[in-house]
């Protein structure tokens, strides 16, 4: 696809269960971003990726959040035993350098 | 600790009026600041990007303007119309990371 693609768009887990959500970034983009947004607020960076190495995980809330690029393209982002502040959009965004970053539509979360 | 935010969380203007949002900086090691648009259900969308050794950048229709010594910085929206209705976020990179950090945002709501 020409853009950066989000699966599932809307989520609902109950509280405790596991999520994992996918991201398909823009073909031959090397950077991949995991942000989480709040209702209301706005992006909060999670995780980074160059090619298939996590650079940078400082912005993971906890250790039940985790995510993974094995072959440097697909993303996903893992949530384990979810909890309902984990309630939010979590978008994926890639670029090809340092530079303007390309955003999907995002994926809601919802934890009941 | 070092933050980006902005002054006005809404702004309401009238088709074909000029709109200007503003974001204040305080991390002085910020050289590079992009703002996005984000339209409700939707990932944020690139609008235009400035590095610090500029003070104004053009686009259509969009102005960015930076201001070093007070750590301001504003986008300006010419003759804006109904399409422009979205919450505007000014985002900022510095000090050798990749990672933009995002601001609370600005809803623009524009009156036919």
């Known amino acids: 696809g020409a853009g950066v693609s989000q699966s599932p768009r809307y989520k609902v887990a109950k509280r405790g269960q596991d999520v994992a959500l996918r991201c398909d970034p823009i073909?031959?983009?090397?950077?991949l971003f995991w942000y989480q947004q709040a209702l209301g607020q706005g992006p909060e960076f999670l995780t980074y990726?160059?090619?298939?190495?996590?650079?940078?995980k400082s912005g993971l809330p906890s250790d039940r959040f985790f995510a993974e690029r094995p072959e440097g393209s697909v993303s996903t982002l893992k949530i384990q035993r979810t909890q309902q502040e984990d309630s939010a959009v979590y978008l994926c965004?890639?670029?090809?350098?340092?530079?303007?970053?390309?955003f999907g539509e995002g994926s809601r979360l919802t934890v009941l | 600790g070092e933050s980006v935010g902005l002054h006005l969380p809404t702004l309401s203007v009238q088709e074909g009026d000029n709109s200007i949002i503003n974001c204040a900086y305080s991390n002085s090691a910020s050289d590079y600041f992009i703002w996005y648009k984000q339209e409700s259900g939707k990932g944020p969308q690139f609008i235009i990007d400035i590095r610090s050794n500029m003070d104004k950048r053009q686009g259509q229709r969009v102005t960015v303007l930076l201001n070093k010594t007070v750590k301001h910085l504003s986008l300006q929206i010419a003759a804006t119309q109904p399409g422009d209705s979205a919450v505007y976020f000014c985002a900022e990179r510095g000090g050798g990371s990749y990672i933009p950090t995002f601001g609370r945002g600005t809803s623009l709501i524009v009156h036919p």
């Open positions: 073909s031959g983009h090397v950077s």
């Open positions: 990726f160059q090619n298939e190495a996590q650079l940078d």
């Open positions: 965004a890639s670029s090809l350098a340092p530079g303007e970053l390309f």
